[in-house]
């Protein structure tokens, strides 16, 4: 069997019980075959100079660890300035926010280069490499301009924007056209693939050959939809753990008269925190029967705070939080609980397993995975309601949630009025459809599917250097 060499912007301890469902994915991966798993170490260290990081390896279990520092320099350009200041708000559609400098997308090709360069010493010949998300989008052109012929699959975590938003970033024809150099993309939707086919044909001629193949430029490229899942029966297995209990006992305790609306997300403005605060002021006005009976507790765990647009984020949604409260709050009751924190991964079964809706309203998000926690967290005698936004990959999938407009606020509060007050059969009904198919497509099977997919034969052009 080939040995798995996973990348990442960021790694995780595959011992450790794992903050999310894609640690748990890779760590589960790399362990089987006994792999290796490089990137960034989190750390910024100016000993070195731009593009000189040192790699440093440790062991994990049967798992090489290898991971690179940055210099402050390289922090600036690659990792806020061009993945979050850039890539990260044009692939989410937000031109308006995306700030463009020379010297980003100059660090940007900088540190894949640096990654290329520290990571092919350490590859074998018969090694399987898997790259992970837009932060190293080139890294396979950079390898194969170094001469690495051995299989490179690539997955994209966030959105695909339609051809012409891609077409808006500066770079765009060197960035799009570095995807190439691997054997595989997969991307978290039908929507992205569509979006990604659209711009191989009309901004890179790209030939069609049927399958998900393309060719351009002399080379053949592969897409396909791998929706990632999470792993159900550990969420499950955290869902009946003491701390999970404790927390839902607590707050149903707390609550007891009340029913409980919960939004848990990184503080990015990607989740539509705003405007789902806006449609529960809504939902208070407009059908005040809710009005000392439903509180929402928020949940937003910082994130990038030295990215301008995220500290504007933060200002706007404390505002609107206090403005709330101050409005409609009474001595005995709060509308709002705002959490700007990271709550322990064991306690977040308990949080959603209490509470009567789940709001999921991302204006753009690659698959958004809260959502179908919030799903398994529930009891299937008596279970919540997901209200979900028709512009969360997981839309597709999830197709008996709400599905709302996260821009129509008037809608949102009308669909949350609709949660709360559903008959116990209708949740009953969605609840298991939507536990059929989180269950079948879990994070086991996104990666079996990726890897299975991504050892089929090969094109018949492999890599041939790119110009
Ligand atoms: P993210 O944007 O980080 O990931 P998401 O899919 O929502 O988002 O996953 C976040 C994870 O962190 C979940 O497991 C959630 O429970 C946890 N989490 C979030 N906020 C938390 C908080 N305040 N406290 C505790 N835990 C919290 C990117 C893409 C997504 C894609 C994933 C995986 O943007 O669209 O689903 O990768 O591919």
Redesign the pocket.
């Known amino acids: 069997m080939s040995r798995l060499v996973v990348v990442s912007n960021r790694l995780a301890d595959p011992r450790k019980p794992a ?4 640690a748990v994915a890779l760590g589960e991966s790399l362990a089987r075959t006994g792999g290796l798993w490089f990137g960034w170490s989190g750390t910024v260290d100016d000993a070195a100079g731009p593009g000189e990081g040192q790699v440093h390896m440790r062991k994990a279990g049967s798992v090489t660890l290898a991971t690179v520092d940055l210099n402050q320099e390289d922090f600036a350009t690659y990792y806020q300035g061009y993945a979050n200041s850039v890539l990260w708000p044009v692939f989410h559609y937000r031109l308006d926010l995306a700030d463009f400098h020379s010297a980003y997308v100059d660090g940007y090709r900088r540190v894949n280069r640096m990654f290329a360069q520290k990571l092919l010493p350490l590859l074998r010949d018969d090694d399987t490499i898997w790259i992970h ?1 837009y932060h190293l989008i080139p890294l396979a052109s950079e390898l194969r301009a170094l001469g690495c012929r051995q299989r490179i699959g690539f997955f994209l ?3 695909v924007p339609p051809p012409l938003i891609l077409a808006a970033l500066p770079h765009h024809p060197w960035l799009m056209r570095s995807l190439l150099a691997y054997d595989l993309v997969g991307l ?1 939707s039908q929507a992205d693939v569509s979006h990604l086919r659209r711009y191989l044909l009309s901004e890179m001629q790209a030939e069609e050959l049927g399958d998900g193949r393309f060719a351009a430029h002399g080379r053949e490229l592969r897409l396909q939809a791998f929706p ?1 899942g ?1 792993d159900v029966q550990e969420f499950e297995r955290l869902g009946a753990a003491p701390e999970a209990v404790q927390t839902r006992t607590a707050l149903h305790q707390e609550y007891s008269r009340r029913q409980l609306l919960l939004g ?3 503080l ?1 403005y ?2 539509g925190i705003p405007q789902r605060v806006r449609a529960f002021q809504q939902l208070l006005e407009k059908y005040p029967e809710n009005r000392h009976s439903a509180t929402l507790i928020m ?3 910082p994130s990038r705070d030295d990215v301008n647009a995220y500290a504007d984020l933060r200002q706007e949604l404390e505002g609107l939080c206090g403005a709330i409260n101050g409005d409609y709050g009474d001595l005995d009751w709060m509308p709002l609980r705002y ?1 700007h ?5 064991r306690r ?1 079964p308990g949080l959603c397993r209490a509470s009567r809706v789940g709001l ?1 309203t ?1 204006l753009r ?7 179908k ?1 919030y799903v398994v967290a529930q009891d299937p005698e008596d279970p919540g309601v997901l209200v979900l936004s028709r512009f ?3 839309a597709e999938q999830l197709q008996e949630a709400l599905l709302v407009n996260p821009y129509d606020t008037e809608g949102m509060a009308d669909a949350i009025q609709t949660a709360l007050r559903m008959p116990l059969h209708e949740r009953q009904q969605r609840h298991a459809r939507l536990m059929e198919r989180i269950r079948e497509h879990d994070v086991h099977w996104w990666r079996r599917s990726f890897l299975e997919a991504l050892a089929a034969p090969a094109p018949a052009i492999l890599n041939p250097p790119l110009e």
């Open positions: 903050a999310g469902g894609l998300d975590h966030i959105p978290q990632i999470i848990i997300d990184r990015d990607s989740k949940i937003a765990s959490i924190r990271v709550v322990a991964r977040v999921v991302p998000d690659g698959m958004n995975l809260v959502a926690e969360a990959g997981a």
